[in-house]
C-alpha cells in the first residue's frame, strides 16, 4: 500500500502557470469578446511575466476596450520601452493618446507607425488620427493652453489620478517635482493648488495660485479654482472672482468646460448652462462628469427637457448615477425620513471626534442621495490620518473594489456584507435604527483592529440584531433571530459571543 502511495506521488506533476499560459486563454478570451475575463487573465500574465511587450500591449489594449485609458499608457509606455520596435506597439500608443486627448503626442507616435510600417495592419488608422489630430489644431494643446511636452503631461495625469485615488501625499510631491523641474507649468501648479487644498493646506493653495496670476494673469484654471475655494470657505471674494468670470469668453473647448463646471459646482445655473450647453451644440464628446454638469445646469436654469437628456447620457456611461438625478432633490423620495439622505446628521458623522462614528458616517454616504456633493467639498471628508479601516470604508462608498486573496480585505468584505444584511432589514436607516448601527460600527471597529475574521457574515448581522434588541426588550428570543436569518440557535450564540468581547465594557 506504502509503495503505491509512493508510486502515484512520483507521477504527480507539478503545474506551475506561466505568463504564456495566461496570455494564451486571455487570447482566446478576446477572440470571444470577452473583455473582463481576458483582463483577468493578462492581470495574471503581467504579474507572471513584467517584461514581456506583447503581453503588456494586449493588457493596454484591454484597458482601453474597458475605458481605463491612464492605466492602458501605462502598461503600453512600459512595452514600448522594453520593445521599440515592435510597430503594434507604436500604433496602440498612438490610439491611448488620443483617447486621452494628447492630440500631439498621438499624432506623433502614429506618424513613427506609418513611417515603419507602411503596409501594416493599422495604417488606415494611424493616418484617420493623424488627419484627426491635424484638425483640431486647439486640441495641440493641454487645459491650460500650454504646448502638451509627453513625459510632463503624463505625468500630471498621473498625480491627477493619484488625487482622485485619495494618495494626496503621492501626488503632492510628484506636482512638486514637476514644478521644480518646469517653473511655468501651470497645470501642475493648478492641480499642486487642488491638492494642497485636499489636505487641509487652504492657504498655502490659495497663496499657490495667487503667485500663478502674478506670474500668468488671466489663468482660467487658477480663477475657477480660487472660486471654488472661497466657495467651500463662505468668503466674500467669491463674488468679485464671479464678476471676473462672467466677464471672460473663452475660444478653447476645455476653457469653455472648466468654466462651466465652476459656474455650476457655484450654483451660478444659467451662466453654467450657457456654456456647456454651447459645448454640446458644438458636438463636444463629454466624459459623465460634463453629463452630470449640464443636466443640474439644465434643470435648474428652467431648461428640464436638456436636463433629462443629458441625465439620460450620464446613465448610459455611468449607471451607478441612477437615483442622483437633479429632479429628485425636489421630489418627495420613498424613504425622505433615511438618515442618509440629511446631509447634516451625516456630515456630523462624518466629522465626529470617535472613529466608530465617522465609520458610520461612511457606510451612510455610500448609500446618500448627497454622495457626489460630499465627496466634491474636500473637508467633509478631511481626517489627519485616517485609519487603514477608515480607508476601506471610504473606498467601498465610492464603489472601489477589493481583493478577496488579502486577508485583511477578505475580513473586511466579510464584515461589510454583515452590514449590508442589516441595512437590508429595513432598506434605510431611521433614527431608531441608527442606534443597532452605532453599537456595530463599535464593534466592527475593535474587532477588525484585533484581526478578527468576520466569519459567516449571516451569522454576524443575526447577532448583532439580537445582542442589540435583547438588551432593550426582554421578550426577544435567539430562536427567533435566528431563524429570521436563518441560522440554528447554536450558531447564533456562538457568535454573540465572539461578538460581545469587542463591547467596550468587555475591554480589559
Known amino acids: 500500500m506504502e509503495n503505491k502511495k509512493k508510486k502515484n506521488q512520483e507521477n504527480v506533476l507539478s503545474f506551475i502557470p506561466t505568463g504564456e499560459y495566461y496570455y494564451k486563454k486571455a487570447l482566446k478570451e478576446l477572440q470571444r469578446d470577452q473583455f473582463q475575463k481576458a483582463h483577468k487573465y493578462l492581470q495574471r500574465a503581467t504579474e507572471l511575466s513584467p517584461k514581456d511587450p ?9 484597458l482601453m476596450e474597458m475605458q481605463e ?11 514600448y520601452s522594453i520593445d521599440p520596435e515592435e510597430t503594434d506597439i507604436l500604433f496602440f500608443l498612438a490610439e491611448a493618446h488620443a483617447h486621452m486627448g494628447m492630440f500631439l503626442e498621438a499624432r506623433k507616435y502614429a506618424k513613427k507607425y506609418v513611417e515603419q510600417d507602411i503596409q501594416g495592419d493599422y495604417a488606415a488608422e494611424a ?10 489644431d486647439w ?15 503624463y505625468q500630471q495625469e498621473k498625480a491627477r489620478r493619484w488625487m482622485e485615488q485619495g494618495n494626496f501625499a503621492g501626488a503632492i510631491h510628484l506636482l512638486e517635482q514637476l514644478i521644480e523641474e518646469k517653473p511655468d507649468f501651470w497645470g501642475a501648479h493648478n492641480n499642486l493648488a487642488l491638492a494642497y487644498f485636499y489636505v487641509g493646506e487652504a492657504e498655502m493653495a490659495k497663496a499657490l495660485l495667487h503667485d500663478v496670476l502674478r506670474r500668468n494673469p488671466g489663468n482660467l484654471h487658477a480663477l475657477c479654482n480660487l472660486a471654488v475655494f472661497h466657495y467651500y470657505e463662505k468668503n466674500d471674494e467669491l463674488e468679485d472672482i464671479l464678476e471676473l468670470l462672467k466677464k471672460i469668453q473663452p475660444y478653447v473647448f476645455e476653457h ?3 468654466l462651466g463646471a465652476t459656474f455650476a459646482l457655484v450654483g451660478k445655473y ?3 448652462y450657457r456654456w456647456l450647453r454651447s459645448l454640446q451644440k458644438r458636438g463636444f464628446d463629454g466624459d459623465p462628469a460634463f453629463y452630470f454638469w449640464l443636466s443640474h445646469a439644465a434643470y435648474h436654469a428652467g431648461h428640464e427637457d436638456v436636463a433629462r437628456q443629458a441625465w439620460k447620457q450620464l446613465t448610459k456611461m455611468d449607471p451607478d448615477k441612477e437615483g442622483y438625478e437633479p429632479w429628485s432633490e425636489n421630489a418627495v423620495m420613498p424613504h425622505a ?6 446631509r447634516d446628521y451625516l456630515v456630523e458623522k462624518l466629522d465626529h471626534s470617535h472613529k466608530s462614528e465617522r465609520l458610520f458616517g461612511l457606510f451612510l454616504l455610500g448609500k446618500s442621495s448627497h454622495k457626489q456633493e460630499i465627496i466634491s467639498h474636500p473637508k467633509w471628508l478631511q481626517s489627519d490620518q485616517p485609519s487603514l479601516l477608515e480607508t476601506y470604508l471610504l473606498g467601498y462608498a465610492l464603489g472601489h473594489p477589493f481583493k478577496e486573496a488579502v486577508p485583511e480585505e477578505q475580513a ?4 461589510m456584507r454583515a452590514t449590508e444584511i442589516l441595512y437590508d432589514k429595513e432598506g434605510m436607516v431611521t433614527q431608531q435604527g441608527s442606534y443597532a448601527f452605532q453599537m456595530w460600527f463599535m464593534i466592527f471597529d475593535k474587532a477588525f483592529d484585533r484581526q478578527y475574521q468576520f466569519k459567516n457574515p449571516n451569522a454576524l448581522a443575526a447577532a448583532a440584531d439580537y445582542m442589540f434588541n435583547s438588551s432593550r426588550d426582554q421578550s426577544v428570543t435567539k430562536k427567533v433571530i435566528a431563524e429570521t436569518y436563518g441560522i440554528s440557535p447554536a450558531t447564533l450564540t456562538k457568535y454573540v459571543n465572539e461578538l460581545i468581547q469587542y463591547l467596550p465594557i468587555f475591554e480589559s
Open 412 to 415: 473586511f468584505m466579510r464584515a
Open 54 to 62: 506583447l503581453i503588456l500591449m494586449h493588457y493596454g489594449i484591454v
Open 127 to 136: 493616418m484617420e488620427i493623424i488627419d484627426f489630430a491635424e484638425q483640431e
Open 256 to 258: 469653455r468646460y472648466k
Open 270 to 272: 444659467k451662466e453654467a
Open 139 to 153: 486640441q495641440l494643446f493641454d487645459d491650460e493652453g500650454e504646448a502638451q511636452d509627453s513625459e510632463y503631461f
Open 69 to 79: 485609458f491612464e492605466r492602458a499608457m501605462d502598461a503600453l509606455r512600459e512595452a
Open 337 to 342: 425620513d433615511a438618515l442618509e439622505h440629511d
